[in-house]
């Protein structure tokens, strides 16, 4: 690659990040620490949702320490809403794990970095370089798009050799120091000027002159990427019993989807009423009053639910092991049900005002 290419996209790229970048709670005082909570919190979600989980989750759980001993319950309600759970009790794990290995000190190369549990490639390097200062590459969608099109690259960012091709690109356009900046600086040019589905803002971008996409007029069909496959769908029936103002909830097996979380009762596919006042006999439960509460649908990665729910009002309950009985301020403050059931915990909330 041409040195006076590279000159000019580095001061272009950081001048505009200097300019423009957001501000942002992570970005002030980027100790490892903060960088790496926030690094994992934005895995496939919006920076404007994390905001306030992360501002929450410093002020409760400030350091590493704090991160190895808060019980499981306790971390999975801070991140209730957030989604990809798997990614706090990771989150747990390494904590405990640099605690032990790492004399309570997050480590700075890429090697020791990636035998923690949840830190992957991308955000190795983004630890590394952000709050180290080390001369590593850190590419996510954003990065990978952005450089698609600079270069035209027509090649399918699926890819596993297409994806080395660019990441050596990205290498080379390293600066010797602001690192942290300038991979921060591309992301940021890929979330919010270089954006996907075919609406780049070129006209606004300050390394326009530099992207051989723009130059030839097909910066907005790039990156080319293999489509997915289509998500299952499952339906599924929730129930939400009350019985003497608790509401039934249990938890979910410690593997698999939403492991370890709490959910209302439910069932694969869509019961019949009748089916439902079955179901409710098996669980030892007398309804005195049933009626569909909520349609509602969640998507997962790979699946989605399509849910339809009723509300049962119960005149008595058997003692049974896989429920516990819990009231309305216990599934706000204590319970972590996830986002799957959002509709759900709204009708309780709505149903408790009436």
Known sequence: MDSQFITQFQNKLLEWYDSCARILPWRDNPTPYRVWISEIMLQQTRVDTVKPYFESFMKTVPTIQDLADISEDQLLKLWEGLGYYSRA????????????????????????????PGIGPYSSGAIASIAFGARVAAIDGNVLRVMARIFANKGDIANRLVKKEIEDLVYELLPTSRVGDFNQALMELGATICLPNGNPKCAECLVNTLCKGYQKGFAAELPIKSKKKERKIEQRTIFIIE???????RQR???????????????????????????????????????????????????????IGYYISAQSIQEDSQFIWVNREQVKEQYSIPTAFKAYVEFLNESGKK
């Open 89 to 116: 009790k990771n989150l747990k794990k390494a904590a405990n794990a640099i605690m032990q290995s790492f004399n309570g000190q997050i480590p700075s190369d890429l090697e020791s970095l990636r035998s923690l």
């Open 243 to 249: 019985y003497k103002g608790t509401v039934a909830i």
């Open 253 to 307: 097996a410690n593997k698999g989807l939403l492991s370890s979380l709490w959910e209302f009762p439910n069932e694969v596919g869509y019961l019949s009423c009748e089916e439902s006042e079955r179901k409710l006999k098996e669980w030892g439960i007398t309804p005195s009053h049933i009626s569909l509460s909520k349609t509602s649908k969640h998507i997962f990665t790979h699946l989605e639910w399509h849910m």
